[in-house]
């Protein structure tokens, strides 16, 4: 498995902390719920970046 480091502002990672804690009850679990959102982001988008060809006129 793929390890990937990212830097999210204070208040993001603030909510993903409360978000998996009232999820779980505790704090594991962030990978999971990152990995999921990842992946929705990229369902979104990607199609995105095959409509348009070009790589610079798709949104991110």
């Not at 409360?18 to 990229?42: C, H, M, N, P, W």
Request: proline residues 3%; negative net charge.
């Amino acid at each position: 498995m793929g390890r990937v480091n990212v830097y999210l502002p204070d208040d993001l990672e603030k909510r993903l902390k409360d978000f998996v804690y009232k999820k779980t009850g505790s704090f594991r679990g962030q990978s999971e719920i990152a990995v999921e959102a990842i992946k929705e982001y990229l369902e979104k988008h990607e199609q995105e970046l095959e409509k348009s060809g070009n790589p610079c006129e798709a949104s991110a």
